[in-house]
């Protein structure tokens, strides 16, 4: 399963790129406005850092201006995914974009025929929300069973599954479980993600354990 991050913030993507652990990036013009500054020196910087796909998202709502600002997002790099919100003109575009070659992400997704529907407008991802859905008391997860369940049965479809909306470490565990293509995550859950209370304790033994040993060899390396 590849593992993107959803922001913005310089600092966490290069932290995260560093230890090799992000194939993409996810944004979104909430994840641009919580960082503040020009979003166009973010764009800039992130598709320069980060050799797998980013995706970014056009804000207006009609047909010819997603056209314009896709294609003047994708001016950024080769590696921008288009992200268009799961509405006509959107889907319009998600054709229209892909068929001149340039990848869309099909977003705010929250049912399994809007899922479908993206996949036949030619989208590269869908991103179904599961967080948003666990939200309002339905099961977010159960959404990305029932596209992967779809999907299987259609292999022509080229289309990824990239599980959004993600709170816990626990909805990326169950997202490897069914097999999604890719987990879009804020950078506290892959935080998370890394830490394991046993990890910590076993360190620190094994630490005061070496510690011991040198008492009686000082000059005792590695
Ligand atoms: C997806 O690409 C979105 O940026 C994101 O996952 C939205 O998540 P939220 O519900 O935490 O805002």
Not at 49 to 59: A, P, Q, R, Y
Not at 173 to 183: C, F, H, P, S, W
Request: aromatic share 4%; with cysteine; net charge neutral.
């Amino acid at each position: 399963m590849k593992i993107f991050l959803d922001t913005a913030n310089l600092e966490s993507i290069k932290k995260f790129n560093d230890m090799g652990l992000l194939d993409g990036i996810t944004t979104n013009p909430s994840l641009m406005s919580k960082e503040g500054g020009n979003p166009k020196d973010a764009m800039a910087e992130i598709t320069k850092i980060i050799k797998g796909d980013v995706s970014l998202e056009v804000v207006s709502t009609e047909y010819s201006g997603m056209m314009e600002e896709g294609k003047r997002l994708r001016e950024y790099g080769d590696n921008v995914v288009v992200k268009v919100p799961m509405t006509p003109d959107g889907l319009k575009a998600c054709k229209s974009l892909s068929s001149e070659g340039i990848p869309v992400n099909v977003t705010l997704i929250f049912s399994p025929n809007q899922a479908l529907l993206a996949a036949k407008s030619g989208a590269r991802y869908v991103s179904p929300f599961i967080g948003r859905l666990d939200d309002i008391g339905q099961n977010g997860i159960n959404l990305i069973q029932e596209i992967k369940e779809i999907f299987k049965n259609y292999p022509h479809l080229k289309t990824q599954i990239l599980v959004a909306s993600v709170r816990h470490p626990i909805h990326v565990v169950d997202a490897a479980k069914i097999g999604a293509d890719v987990v879009t995550l804020p950078p506290a859950v892959l935080d998370k993600m890394l830490h394991h209370p046993l990890t910590k304790i076993g360190l620190d033994n094994f630490l005061a354990d070496w510690e011991k040993l040198k008492a009686g060899n000082p000059n005792i390396k590695i």
